[in-house]
């Protein structure tokens, strides 16, 4: 069974769209190596691409993000694909209904026009991957994530920055998290007179490698796990459930056992009885 995308497109009619991008930005059904888990993703770029051409020359693209952030591969790919979709005519603006994390805060750059709520938080950060094998292989990891960072985060960041390349340098290399107000200072943003709380869950085990949550979202995360476990211990699964049910049965078979034995043990006293009195009674005759 599929599991659930990370974005979603929606609201689509000849002259509009609407994109969701709310959840772990991953490519394919990729696996934390920090806890083994699985992600809870299961998409791939083709079909992304595929569902982006559907939408067709759409004049307006809204994309909703409420994100952790994610693979930076997979965000970088995915500016190249709604750039073209700028290069046929769509204008695409950008809602910060939560959280725009990581990669999540370079992807949200596509935009012509972002919006961001009074509530709402961006955080940025170099980039970051996971390398496996030998010294080589370890170099390759650093030149693309170095690439990445130069030729796709920074010059992204830089097309809305109101403030020069050393200063946003600056903020990357020391993972801000920036409030909405913060935002207005750094780059060309819109800040909406209103809150947005934002449906999709923030529970994510990216914060785990991250250094500088702010409280109100490890304060989040806290309340959810506690939640999460209230339910667990409130719901009873299948299986438990099944089982549950063969030891009743299993109680009343051996219950139902248990009485029927006593009724046999009571017969054979009856019987054990009426053998003794008729020995008895037999023996006196022989005596008389």
């Known amino acids: 069974?599929?599991?659930?995308?990370f974005y979603e497109f929606k609201n689509i009619t000849p002259s509009e769209a609407d994109l969701f991008v709310y959840g772990e930005i991953v490519?394919?059904?990729s696996v934390d190596w920090w806890t083994g888990t699985e992600s809870e993703t299961d998409v791939?770029?083709?079909e992304f691409k595929r569902e982006l051409d559907n939408i067709g020359n759409v004049q307006t693209l809204n994309i909703y993000i409420n994100s952790p952030g994610g693979d930076v591969f997979t965000a970088s790919t995915m500016i190249s694909m709604l750039e073209r979709q700028k290069d046929k005519g769509t204008t695409i603006n950008?809602?910060?209904d939560g959280l725009s994390a990581s990669a999540a805060s370079f992807l949200m750059m596509v935009a012509d026009n972002i919006y961001l709520y009074k509530n709402s938080t961006v955080m940025v950060h170099k980039p970051m991957s996971i390398a496996i094998g030998n010294a080589n292989d370890m170099q390759k990891t650093i030149d693309a994530l170095n690439k990445i960072e130069e030729s796709v985060m920074l010059p992204m960041y830089m097309s809305k920055s109101k403030v020069s390349e050393e200063e946003i340098k600056s903020i990357i290399d020391a993972e801000t998290w920036l409030s909405?107000?913060?935002m207005?200072?750094?780059f060309n943003v819109t800040i909406l007179n209103e809150e947005k709380v934002a449906v999709a869950t923030m529970h994510s085990n990216l914060f785990k490698n991250y250094h500088n949550v702010p409280d109100f979202i490890k304060n989040l995360l806290k309340s959810e796990d506690k939640y999460k476990k209230?339910?667990?211990n409130d719901e009873i699964s299948p299986k438990t459930d099944e089982k549950m049910k063969k030891n009743v049965e299993k109680e009343e078979i051996s219950i139902e056992n248990q009485s029927k034995e006593k009724e046999i043990k009571a017969k054979l006293g009856l019987i054990k009885n009426s053998l003794i009195i008729k020995e008895m009674k037999e023996r006196e005759m022989n005596y008389e």
């Open 1 to 5: 069974m599929k599991n659930k995308k």
């Open 27 to 29: 490519q394919e059904k």
């Open 44 to 46: 791939s770029l083709m």
């Open 94 to 96: 950008a809602y910060v």
């Open 180 to 182: 909405a107000s913060d």
């Open 184 to 186: 207005d200072k750094y």
């Open 230 to 232: 209230e339910q667990k």
